[in-house]
């Protein structure tokens, strides 16, 4: 039931809001190009992200109905399509349409906290990592700034307060920022320690870098490479196996075709074992008078022999040493009883 605790396979979740111009979808694509190679994004916002195409790699789909559902049905097309980041270009449209569905009634939120909570879930499960940038609620600020010669003026400082968005939103995510309008990237909220309470300007690579480093497993897992060596390791295994028992090789075609391969090293370890075994006790069928115990002893001096570390080949013949010497012996015991038998009537 329970099982150690590791990073592996995990798809980062983040969120960046800020007011209009601070920079939210060059961002997101900044990021996004440093976390894989395939980009989809989801765009609410009229086409505004296909400006930037001429500085990223990524592919568009253009909502016009901005219901949770038509999210949800995005994301979902883009996972099958194999895309490696999603972008969500504006989350905050899908809080306008809830706002719209629930049509101002408390009894309204009934219904539309249930597809909120569809489009949450369809964010956190996904198998893409999820950049989704969120407007923020924008006001300005007059500052009073002074020149060289010593004279003040006033000027209006656009800032972001906080998203447009469900209250609490951001913790559905594993990192979350607001973007200012100097681009400067503020982490509010993190479960990666190396980027709690940090900032980043112009975010993109050194932030991608960071999340993509806290994602890797704790404990390093061994790669397979694929070389012709490991390819066709599997077919040499069954040829060798084959030989040593001279199995026909059309019985083996036969199976392979059966389970919608052509060779040995099309198929998973797991199957590759099932027809070992098959050949083997198929080998032996001749020789035992009692297939139960067969496939006890295969199990038990082949399987076993080779989990401990023993060669398949060399086990395979020590089984099949056992298993004639038990024929022999099966075969003395009734020439024994027949010998007896005709004596008596004798």
């Known amino acids: ?51 930037y195409a001429d500085l990223f790699n990524f592919d568009t789909c253009e909502l016009t109905n901005h219901h949770p559902a038509k999210y949800i049905e ?9 895309y490696h980041v999603i972008c969500i270009d504006s989350l905050t449209h899908a809080w306008f349409s809830e706002v719209e569905l629930a049509g101002g009634r408390f009894d309204g939120w009934a219904k539309v906290r249930p597809l909120e909570r569809k489009l949450i879930d ?19 600020l007059v500052e009073e700034t002074t020149n060289k010669s010593g004279k003040s003026s006033f000027k209006p400082k656009k800032i972001g307060t906080s998203p447009i968005q469900a209250s609490g939103i951001d913790f559905e995510f594993d990192v979350a920022g607001e973007l200012d309008y100097t681009h400067i990237l503020t982490i ?13 300007l112009n975010p993109g690579k050194e932030l991608a870098s960071l999340l993509k480093t806290w994602l890797e497993t704790e404990e390093a897992q061994p790669q397979v490479v694929e070389t012709p060596s490991n390819t066709y390791s599997q077919d040499l295994r069954v040829k060798q196996i084959r030989t ?74 020590d089984w099949m040493d056992q298993v004639q010497q038990l024929r022999k012996h099966n075969e003395k015991e009734e020439t024994g009883i027949f010998s007896s038998f005709n004596a008596y009537e004798s």
């Not at 509010?188 to 980043?200: I, L, Q, Y």
């Not at 199995?247 to 099309?266: A, F």
């Not at 020789?287 to 038990?300: A, E």
């Open 74 to 82: 995005a994301i979902h097309q883009a996972e099958e399509m194999g």
């Open 244 to 317: 040593l028992l001279d199995y026909p090789l059309e019985s083996i075609k036969e199976w392979l075709q059966s389970n919608g391969v052509e060779r040995p090293s099309q198929l998973d370890n797991r199957k590759v074992d099932e027809l070992v075994k098959t050949m083997c006790l198929t080998w032996a069928a001749p020789l035992s008078v009692h297939p139960s115990y067969t496939d006890n002893s295969y199990n038990k001096n082949v399987v076993r022999a080779v989990i401990e570390g023993c060669s398949e080949v060399e086990a395979i013949k």
């Open 188 to 200: 509010s909220k993190s479960r990666c320690p190396a980027v709690t309470d940090k900032t980043f």
């Open 122 to 140: 369809a964010m956190i499960g996904s198998k893409c990592h999820i950049i989704a940038t969120m407007r923020t609620k924008t006001e300005w």
């Open 1 to 51: 039931m329970f099982k150690k605790a590791t990073k592996s396979n995990l798809k980062i979740r983040l969120a960046l809001s800020g007011a209009s111009g601070s920079g939210k979808t060059y961002s997101a694509l900044s990021i996004a190009s440093h976390l894989g190679k395939r980009i989809a994004l989801i765009d609410t916002e009229r086409g505004s992200a296909s400006k």
